[in-house]
Protein backbone atom coordinates (compact mmCIF):
# COMPACT_ATOMS: atom_id res chain seq x y z
CA UNK A 1 0.00 0.00 0.00
CA UNK A 2 2.62 2.08 0.60
CA UNK A 3 4.31 2.00 -2.55
CA UNK A 4 1.39 2.46 -4.36
CA UNK A 5 0.86 5.57 -2.45
CA UNK A 6 4.26 6.75 -3.25
CA UNK A 7 3.96 5.94 -7.11
CA UNK A 8 0.81 8.12 -7.21
CA UNK A 9 2.46 11.15 -5.68
CA UNK A 10 5.38 10.80 -8.11
CA UNK A 11 2.66 10.87 -11.30
CA UNK A 12 0.92 13.32 -9.81
CA UNK A 13 4.11 15.66 -9.35
CA UNK A 14 5.50 14.87 -12.50
CA UNK A 15 2.03 15.71 -14.46
CA UNK A 16 1.81 18.97 -12.54
CA UNK A 17 5.55 19.43 -13.63
CA UNK A 18 4.78 19.33 -17.52
CA UNK A 19 4.41 21.96 -19.52
CA UNK A 20 1.01 23.12 -21.03
CA UNK A 21 0.62 21.67 -24.50
CA UNK A 22 -1.97 23.80 -25.85
CA UNK A 23 -2.52 27.79 -25.02
CA UNK A 24 -4.27 30.62 -25.44
CA UNK A 25 -4.23 33.83 -27.94
CA UNK A 26 -6.15 36.58 -27.37
CA UNK A 27 -6.22 40.13 -28.36
CA UNK A 28 -7.97 43.21 -29.51
CA UNK A 29 -8.28 44.40 -32.92
CA UNK A 30 -7.90 48.52 -33.02
CA UNK A 31 -8.39 51.02 -35.84
CA UNK A 32 -5.58 53.61 -36.50
CA UNK A 33 -6.82 56.32 -34.14
CA UNK A 34 -7.03 53.45 -31.08
CA UNK A 35 -10.56 52.87 -30.99
CA UNK A 36 -11.68 49.52 -30.71
CA UNK A 37 -13.53 47.33 -33.89
CA UNK A 38 -16.09 45.24 -33.58
CA UNK A 39 -17.44 42.62 -35.60
CA UNK A 40 -13.92 41.96 -37.31
CA UNK A 41 -13.30 38.65 -38.73
CA UNK A 42 -9.72 37.43 -37.12
CA UNK A 43 -8.18 34.32 -39.05
CA UNK A 44 -5.29 32.47 -36.92
CA UNK A 45 -2.75 30.53 -38.94
CA UNK A 46 -0.89 27.67 -37.65
CA UNK A 47 1.04 25.21 -39.30
CA UNK A 48 -1.59 25.24 -42.49
CA UNK A 49 -4.41 24.93 -39.75
CA UNK A 50 -6.29 27.69 -39.81
CA UNK A 51 -9.33 29.10 -37.00
CA UNK A 52 -11.39 31.62 -37.29
CA UNK A 53 -13.16 34.12 -34.63
CA UNK A 54 -14.82 37.56 -34.43
CA UNK A 55 -13.93 40.56 -32.53
CA UNK A 56 -17.09 41.23 -29.97
CA UNK A 57 -18.19 44.85 -29.44
CA UNK A 58 -14.88 45.44 -27.52
CA UNK A 59 -12.75 44.81 -30.55
CA UNK A 60 -11.92 41.62 -28.02
CA UNK A 61 -11.20 37.83 -29.82
CA UNK A 62 -10.18 34.78 -28.31
CA UNK A 63 -8.53 31.11 -29.44
CA UNK A 64 -8.21 28.75 -27.32
CA UNK A 65 -6.44 25.04 -27.21
CA UNK A 66 -3.88 26.33 -30.23
CA UNK A 67 -0.39 24.57 -30.10
CA UNK A 68 2.76 26.02 -29.81
CA UNK A 69 4.59 27.18 -32.38
CA UNK A 70 4.42 30.18 -35.70
CA UNK A 71 1.36 32.05 -35.68
CA UNK A 72 -0.05 34.61 -38.19
CA UNK A 73 -3.03 36.59 -36.63
CA UNK A 74 -5.13 38.13 -39.98
CA UNK A 75 -8.04 41.26 -39.11
CA UNK A 76 -9.70 42.68 -41.54
CA UNK A 77 -12.86 45.23 -41.36
CA UNK A 78 -14.97 47.24 -44.50
CA UNK A 79 -13.66 50.30 -44.59
CA UNK A 80 -10.02 49.04 -43.17
CA UNK A 81 -6.86 48.16 -44.37
CA UNK A 82 -5.49 44.55 -43.22
CA UNK A 83 -4.20 43.87 -40.44
CA UNK A 84 -1.81 41.28 -38.57
CA UNK A 85 0.55 40.23 -36.65
CA UNK A 86 2.52 37.09 -36.61
CA UNK A 87 5.51 35.55 -34.23
CA UNK A 88 6.34 32.21 -31.91
CA UNK A 89 3.16 30.84 -29.75
CA UNK A 90 4.95 29.98 -26.99
CA UNK A 91 2.72 30.57 -24.30
CA UNK A 92 -0.94 32.29 -23.66
CA UNK A 93 -0.12 35.38 -25.60
CA UNK A 94 -1.90 38.77 -26.14
CA UNK A 95 -1.87 40.93 -29.45
CA UNK A 96 -3.02 43.85 -30.75
CA UNK A 97 -4.02 44.16 -34.46
CA UNK A 98 -4.04 47.79 -36.03
CA UNK A 99 -6.44 48.34 -38.79
CA UNK A 100 -5.09 51.48 -41.01
CA UNK A 101 -7.18 53.57 -43.23
CA UNK A 102 -8.44 51.35 -46.25
CA UNK A 103 -6.86 51.61 -49.19
CA UNK A 104 -6.94 50.30 -52.88
CA UNK A 105 -4.36 48.38 -53.85
CA UNK A 106 -4.21 46.49 -57.60
CA UNK A 107 -2.69 43.64 -58.16
CA UNK A 108 -1.15 42.84 -61.35
CA UNK A 109 0.38 39.39 -61.76
CA UNK A 110 3.58 38.72 -64.43
CA UNK A 111 5.56 36.15 -66.06
CA UNK A 112 9.22 36.16 -66.81
CA UNK A 113 9.06 38.25 -69.44
CA UNK A 114 6.33 41.09 -67.54
CA UNK A 115 3.44 39.66 -69.19
CA UNK A 116 -0.03 39.56 -67.42
CA UNK A 117 -0.76 36.46 -66.24
CA UNK A 118 -4.66 36.31 -66.67
CA UNK A 119 -6.69 34.38 -64.04
CA UNK A 120 -3.60 34.15 -61.25
CA UNK A 121 -4.69 33.59 -58.12
CA UNK A 122 -2.96 34.88 -54.60
CA UNK A 123 -0.89 32.14 -52.45
CA UNK A 124 0.13 34.66 -50.15
CA UNK A 125 1.01 38.05 -49.30
CA UNK A 126 3.65 39.72 -47.16
CA UNK A 127 1.98 42.99 -46.16
CA UNK A 128 4.15 46.16 -45.38
CA UNK A 129 6.78 43.36 -44.20
CA UNK A 130 5.57 42.89 -41.43
CA UNK A 131 3.08 39.79 -41.47
CA UNK A 132 1.96 37.16 -43.72
CA UNK A 133 -1.26 36.42 -45.41
CA UNK A 134 -1.69 32.55 -46.44
CA UNK A 135 -4.54 33.62 -49.12
CA UNK A 136 -4.58 30.07 -50.25
CA UNK A 137 -5.35 28.57 -46.82
CA UNK A 138 -7.55 31.28 -44.84
CA UNK A 139 -9.66 31.10 -48.03
CA UNK A 140 -11.78 28.04 -47.03
CA UNK A 141 -12.45 30.01 -43.59
CA UNK A 142 -13.90 32.77 -45.42
CA UNK A 143 -11.16 35.05 -46.57
CA UNK A 144 -12.28 37.06 -49.31
CA UNK A 145 -10.17 35.83 -52.50
Known amino acids: MGRMKTAALCCVAALT ?9 QGVVEDY ?15 RQV ?16 ARGKVEVVAMKDGHSLGGVEGQLL ?3 SVTV ?29 I ?8 EDLAQHGFPV
Not at 52 to 58: F, G, K, L
Request: charged content about 25%.
Open 17 to 25: CLPAWSVTL
Open 33 to 47: KGDAVSGAPVWVSHD
Open 51 to 66: YRSQTDPTGQFIFRDL
Open 91 to 93: GDM
Open 98 to 126: KLDKGKELRVRVINGNYEPIEGARLKSMF
Open 128 to 135: NEAFTVNV
